[in-house]
């Protein structure tokens, strides 16, 4: 099996270039945020508050399963898709809330290296190289400054109906950063033999040819 595990800092452009990488070498990709994102809808859908015994209780119920539809990846948790409700700022925050609970990590780990087992894939997140797929061959940890990073989310969101200012982008961006960075279990850090990539004076284009160059020469 080919594995390449891809992490970085939210809003780094790691899901894009997953996504081009298996594209171009043909491989599935794994979005483990969205498994983590239609945990929490599951729990906001539940009015759950959160809160360790919730969370415990609840956690080792739930049945998470992985379908591709044209291409496309599509989360169940306990037959339910929250596909079109996953990307909004309140599940944003609420899924790095849940997301450090350790029975939360162990019930997505598994379900993540299963994938890796069966598929050729690319698989995207925060800790996919240090703890999900520490054997992947090949790593790589994105990140960009976090001015560019909420530059590149303002712009993506400017012409929407109630779009967020800079200010409020950033400092989301800032939280985020912060919970995914000190959570106790399963940080984010690059691990010791990811290849750093900073794309703040990147283009998606140069960032792709970069690690397809990589991959392919290694191969
Ligand atoms: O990549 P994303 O923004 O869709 O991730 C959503 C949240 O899930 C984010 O708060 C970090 C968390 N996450 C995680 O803890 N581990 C992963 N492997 C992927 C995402």
């Avoid at 996504?19 to 491989?27: D, G, P, R």
């Avoid at 729990?43 to 049945?63: A, C, D, Q, R, Y």
């Amino acid at each position: 099996m080919l594995n390449i595990a891809i992490d970085g800092h939210v809003g780094s452009g790691k899901s894009t270039l997953a996504s081009e990488l298996a594209k171009i070498l043909n491989l599935k990709m794994l979005n483990t945020g969205e498994i983590y994102r239609s945990i929490a809808c599951y729990f906001k859908e539940m009015n759950m508050e959160i809160n360790e015994e919730n969370i415990k209780k609840f956690v080792s119920n739930l049945n998470i399963e992985i379908s591709f539809d044209s291409g496309e990846q599509v989360v169940y948790v306990n037959n339910k898709c929250f596909k079109g409700k996953l990307r909004s700022e309140e599940i944003s925050m609420l899924t790095s809330k849940i997301s450090p609970f350790l029975v939360v990590r162990e019930k997505v780990l598994k379900l993540q290296r299963d994938f890796a087992k069966k598929n050729d894939c690319v698989m995207e997140g925060r800790d996919i190289g240090t703890v999900v797929l520490p054997n992947a061959d090949f790593k790589f940890f994105v990140t960009a400054s976090e001015f560019v990073r909420a530059q590149r989310r303002y712009d993506q969101l400017k012409d929407k109906t109630n779009a967020p200012s800079f200010e409020e982008i950033l400092e989301d961006l800032r939280q985020r950063d912060y919970n995914d960075e000190h959570r106790k279990v399963a940080p984010l850090k690059p691990a010791f033999d990811s290849i750093i990539l900073d794309t703040s004076d990147m283009t998606l284009a140069q960032t792709v040819e970069y690690c397809c160059d990589i991959i392919k020469n290694k191969k």
